[in-house]
């Protein structure tokens, strides 16, 4: 019995092995695949972390021109705005946190976890900004990381200068 990995693309409901002609056949959904690849490239981003500066700059922008160009292909795609599948705009904002970064492992664990709770969280002005229609939805969308990001830094500036 062999097993064989479909992703299923329009289905968002939780995987399922199933038998097919002999062969189980587990069918990710979008968002699973997506969050999986996700936390894989969270992975990358820490060992990232020893590039230069300037690999970092152009990683970052890479990331970001590359959310422009893909969020409202993708969103229109799927007909809807900010999908819960869609994790570029999250990656950009652990690259940006990267950024300033020393290579310290447990100031990641921390950055990464202070990133996800400011991220689903949205507080002070956050969830604002992501319903405010003075910007394209795509500005939006990856706005509300960089915010997050910003409070994270903030955050992790002030534990780093409580401990000296």
Known sequence: MSIEIVKCWKCLHKS???LYGGKIVCFISTQSFIRITSVL???VCIYYAHFS???KFLFLALTAITHFIV???YA???NAEDPADYTLDEIVGVLFISYFLPNETYIWILAIVLFRFFDILKPFGIRKFET???FSSSMR???DDIIAAFYTLILIEAV???IK
């Open 16 to 18: 399922r092995p199933r």
């Open 41 to 43: 490239f969270f992975v």
């Open 53 to 55: 500066q300037s690999l």
């Open 71 to 73: 969020y409202p292909l």
């Open 76 to 78: 229109s795609y799927i």
């Open 132 to 134: 405010s229609r003075l």
């Open 141 to 143: 969308v990856i706005g």
């Open 160 to 162: 780093l200068y409580g």
